[in-house]
């Protein structure tokens, strides 16, 4: 599968669909009407940036947004149903974070019957399943956890190196890589994880799955989070236990996450682009719903970048936070 960069082809690609899908174009009658799924936008800034995004610029293209909420992180089954709802009102295309990447086969399938197109952002679906949609524009998440870990890693350079991780929620494709990356870091220092544990992308949960760790792991040095969503609630286990001196890693590039770098509370933190997620997949969905994208056009996949934040770049950072 080929993988095109922000940088070049896909920053023409996105400039050519808003060239040729100027929001006067669409009469107001005939708004095409674009459906989000998302599972959260409460305490998640990653998906309240890239839902806001994509709104943001379905509105400037001349169209409207039908936001459909699943209500947490693990409404799996409300997701796959709301996805249902969007294809029983006949939107013109439909934008969606799926939360597991079997669950909402049945209800893609539903959407690819009716001929509705698909734009997966953040998450992609199970393997094998690509004719269901247009394109995925994605973090490369295997490659955010490696680079993170192999920042761990380099910069300790201790081979007995004691690193926990605590993982997204189970059936998360995204978690399911960051996963897959973190270890493949950590064994490029011949290093295995004392533990491994969900964090469910809940703070509650992450502070539990951490104090357990800990109990079994007294003289742990380091951990690493599936995403900066968790960190609050690791770091309250850390203080509770009187382990300030762990080296918390983590993946978003939120504020939280960045200004925690910042602090000296986090020790690295991989960026996301939300904003370019969103904002993306809003112009090829407003495209195909002109005419003037083809469906089956675009690249599979779109990596929207990542990149290693430590205190020698979390000011730069900062800037493209969420």
């Known amino acids: ?66 936001l459909l909420v699943a209500g947490g992180q693990t409404a799996v089954a409300q997701q796959s149903s709301q996805l249902e709802d969007l294809v029983t009102q006949q939107v013109d295309g439909i934008i969606v974070s799926p939360m597991d990447g079997s669950a909402v086969l049945p209800a893609l399938q539903k959407a690819a019957d009716a001929g509705i197109p698909v734009f997966l952002v953040d998450q992609p679906i199970a393997a094998g399943n690509e004719a269901l949609y247009e394109t995925l524009i994605a973090t490369d998440n295997v490659r955010a956890g490696r680079d993170l870990a192999t920042y761990l890693v380099t910069t300790m350079n201790d081979p007995e190196l004691k690193v926990a991780i605590i993982e997204g929620a189970p059936g998360s494709v995204a978690g399911d890589d960051r996963l897959a990356g973190f270890n ?39 951990v690493l989070s599936a995403s900066d969503v968790m960190v609050d609630g690791i770091l309250q286990a850390l203080a509770g236990a009187g382990k300030t001196d762990v080296k918390v890693l983590a993946i978003d590039g939120s504020i939280v996450g960045v200004q925690g770098v910042l602090d000296g509370k986090i020790m690295a933190d991989n960026t996301q682009d939300p904003m370019a997620m969103g904002s993306m997949a809003a112009e090829f969905a407003m495209g195909m719903a002109a005419g003037t ?30």
């Open 184 to 222: 493949e870091g950590l064994a490029s220092g011949n290093i295995t994880p004392v533990a491994s544990a969900t964090g469910m992308w809940d703070n509650a949960t992450a502070l539990a799955a951490m104090e357990t760790i800990l109990q079994a792991n007294p003289d742990l040095q380091a």
């Open 1 to 66: 599968m080929r993988r095109l960069g922000l940088s070049s082809a896909v920053i023409a690609a996105a400039a050519l669909v808003v060239a040729m899908v100027p929001a006067a174009a669409v009469a107001q009658d005939e708004a095409p009407v674009i459906g989000l799924s998302v599972k959260t936008i409460t305490n998640d800034p990653f998906q309240a940036a890239w839902v806001e995004a994509a709104t943001a610029k379905v509105e400037e293209l001349g169209g409207t947004v039908q």
């Open 293 to 322: 994208v083809e469906p089956g056009s675009l690249e599979k996949y779109i990596d929207s970048g990542t990149v290693t934040v430590t205190l020698e770049n979390a000011e730069e950072a900062m800037a493209k936070a969420f």
